[in-house]
């Protein structure tokens, strides 16, 4: 039993690395073929010289004229190319064919490796899209405040003493969640005056949902660009961003969530606390494929318009 544990155990991990023992033993190949076809030089040689004496053979024949017609002397030319021809192919075959196995199995090696990177792409898509559909959920259900706290903590103050024996109050440090950002002292549109931020939000989030309504579609990295902030690698390699409508037919709209009935959006808008942590709620991943929402967006939109 133990034994079939075991067997089952090796085979698990041999299937798991398949393409790396593809690589190494395809590499193996190459050198092993290489050393092959390097080590027959002396018989190569061999080959070399007959052919050499054959064709000194038909040359003689040639001066001498002791060809019966011209068929006879193709009949030695053919023979002597023939036996060249299976001479080298004995010699030098083998390490070829090893050469070109090694190959093979690096060129294996190689879609093996782009089926794996695939199929763990589609996984991390379908992981994605489930937890934002679970997100939804729960801002549905128990609303944004409840939402926030799961996703980034509940805001706590950390009550703690000095050297002197002064009580000192620290904020927890807010967790920033994907897709998300602290809009602050690092952004370069940031201002000491809270005021000023809020405007700059409240503004910035109005053009961009002007933006995507009238372009049908925004990349996240798009949006992070409008505010001054740095891309999200993450955010271009799955392809998050948000369409101007849903699959139901429902407008979108981009939220910073300024506006939410949270206490940490209320401490920015009255002003005591100045820097942002910016939660892009409603970016979908593989937003390139669901292209198919703005044929029926533009045709609302082209109505709208000559309304």
Known sequence: MKAKWMLKKVGTKIWENRSNIEFVAGNIAVAVGTGMVISKAEEATEVKHEMERQIKEIELA???????????????CFHMAKSTALGYAKVYGPGIAVEAGGLVLMGISHVTDRKEIAAKSVALASLATQF???????????GDEKDEEFLIGKPETVITVDDEGNQVEEKKPLVIPDHSFIFDEHNPNFEKEGFMNLDFLTDHERWLNEKLWNEGLLWENDIRRDVGETIDPDASAGDWGITA?????????????????TERAQSFRDGSEKAF??????MEPNISKKLYRLNKYHKDYSLQQAQ
């Open 62 to 76: 040639d001066e001498a004229g002791g060809w019966e017609d011209n068929h006879e002397r193709a009949k030695a």
């Open 277 to 282: 942590l910016v939660i892009l709620n409603n």
């Open 132 to 142: 934002y559909n679970y997100r939804e959920n729960v801002r549905k259900e128990l």
């Open 245 to 261: 409508v849903d699959d139901e037919g429902n407008r979108n709209y981009i939220s910073f969530g300024i506006n939410k009935n």
